[in-house]
């Protein structure tokens, strides 16, 4: 019962605003807390809370591409993703932008990896499946719909007291899928 109101409190928040939701157990980092938010409940809760956060954010902008600025303005992955992920981000869009002043358009950050792709609508959740879990590292995968179904499996870390996105892997294509900390990391390699 204390678990279950901690998860509602810990996942409401204004979605309509574009602020992040509110998370009532991210102020009291104890060993109790922690253990709270490493059950599969709580983590299957938190994904659940970033996506429908994300897509409430995408389902403002909707087909009105010149409202993507805004979207990407809210910095998604500060909010939701690892450090280690969101400092690689960043080191993938320094090199597109460098690229791109070069008159060079071949650049990384052609889709998005949220939705995984380049066009969408009012992207709406259906369901968060936890794939494995063990302690502070898990893989889900995550549903919604927009023009058609879709996923993503995302790998998570726990770390500064909650559970954030260290990679997305687009399962659509054959093989392996495309797992895109990977390919950030070798893009960056390459043009060092």
Known sequence: MLLTSLLAGACSGSKSSGQQ???LLRGAVTSSSD?????REYLTERIRSI???VFGLYGQVGSDFSQYATLKATN???????????????????????????GNPSVFLVADY???GQDFHLPVLQKVTI??????RARAQVEWKDFSDHSVEISLLYERGDW?????????????????????????????
């Open 21 to 23: 939701p509110q998370n």
């Open 131 to 136: 794939l494995e879990q063990h302690h502070r």
């Open 76 to 102: 998604l992955d500060s909010l939701y993703c690892t450090q280690s992920w969101a400092d690689l981000r960043k080191n993938v869009a320094q090199i597109d932008a460098r690229k791109a002043e070069n």
């Open 35 to 39: 253990s709270l938010r490493l059950t």
């Open 114 to 116: 949220w939705i995984m």
């Open 51 to 53: 996506y429908e956060h």
């Open 164 to 192: 954030y996105i260290d990679n997305f892997i687009d399962t659509t294509p054959p093989e392996d899928g495309f797992w895109w900390k990977e390919a950030m990391q070798q893009y960056v390699r390459q043009n060092r």
